[in-house]
């Protein structure tokens, strides 16, 4: 192998970037060992360290787990700009997530649709052999069922018509039960993904709080946050033969703003507070999610 001397960390950084534009580096492909490119460049590991510190800042490249080489990002990192469609953002990003070897989800949301429908492509990709991640962990906190939620609620209010209280109840509690089952049995899945070596390590956790959401939240990697208000409304529904007048809103139809830390200044500073309030409800809210709750 020719060994180029005298080559300092902004320069391994220029000819790597340059691989990765030219596509000799495809994304989703893992780079040399810092060893490998040690060796390459004639430089201590350290300049090696350097150079790909920078590359990972600009978005060029994905944090590995430890051990284990960094791989090309597969989706340039999220532009802080005007709000998207739910589905229209949060799908791609984790597709961009689930490239990583470890893939982590955090969220808090009311009813689970979006993240059920968005898994989908991730969960097929995997299936198909075409991403192979190491080990997938997502924790969702979500609305106990023991509580009345603000959504959906009857528009006269908790408490006007106790049998229209029944029948909205019902209606969320099943919806709720009925995402959070798909999602599961979904990501279970993936533990029988074809792939050399052992099979992909799979652990699933859904958490209960005692309020309701108004915003969704979630973290991909600890290093994406995508924040978005539940915009409320007043609906006529069907329920079980009934016209009920409701207080809703519609998950799949909510803007989300994405934030990335590698843009540095204010959206850096919330994905750091974001992580840290997740953490704190995770650990403040210790139950763990049941389908059906005494009241």
Request: overall charge neutral; hydrophobic content about 40%.
């Amino acid at each position: 192998m020719t060994r180029i001397e005298n080559v300092s960390a902004e320069q391994i950084a220029d000819r790597l970037r340059q691989r990765i534009r030219d596509g000799d580096l495809r994304p989703g492909a893992r780079l040399p060992t810092q060893v490998r490119l040690a060796e390459e460049f004639d430089v201590e590991r350290g300049q090696v360290r350097r150079a790909l510190d920078t590359l990972r800042d600009e978005g060029l490249i994905s944090t590995s787990q430890k051990g284990r080489p960094s791989s090309v990002a597969t989706v340039a990192p999220p532009a802080q700009g005007p709000p998207q469609p739910t589905m229209a953002t949060l799908g791609p990003r984790l597709i961009e997530a689930f490239s990583e070897p470890y893939v982590r989800i955090d969220a808090i949301c009311l009813m689970a649709e979006t993240l059920t429908a968005a898994m989908g492509e991730p969960v097929e990709k995997i299936l198909r052999g075409e991403i192979s991640p190491d080990r997938v962990e997502v924790r969702l906190l979500l609305p106990s069922n023991g509580i009345d939620v603000a959504f959906p609620a009857p528009r006269a209010g908790w408490g006007a018509d106790a049998e229209v209280d029944e029948l909205v109840r019902r209606r969320g509690i099943d919806l709720r039960n009925a995402q959070l089952m798909v999602l599961r049995h979904s990501l279970e899945k993936l533990r029988g993904a074809p792939r050399k070596g052992d099979p992909i390590k799979v652990d699933v956790s859904f958490r209960e709080v005692t309020f309701t959401p108004h915003s969704k939240l979630y973290l991909l990697n600890g290093r994406v946050a995508m924040f978005g208000y539940y915009m409320a409304g007043a609906y006529t529904e069907e329920i079980k033969g009934r016209t009920v007048e409701l207080t809703d809103v519609r998950g799949t139809l909510s803007p989300l703003v994405s934030f990335d830390e590698r843009s540095g200044g204010a959206g850096a500073a919330f994905v750091e507070q974001s992580r840290t309030w997740f953490e704190s409800h995770w650990a403040a809210n210790q139950q763990e999610f049941r389908r059906s709750a005494a009241r």
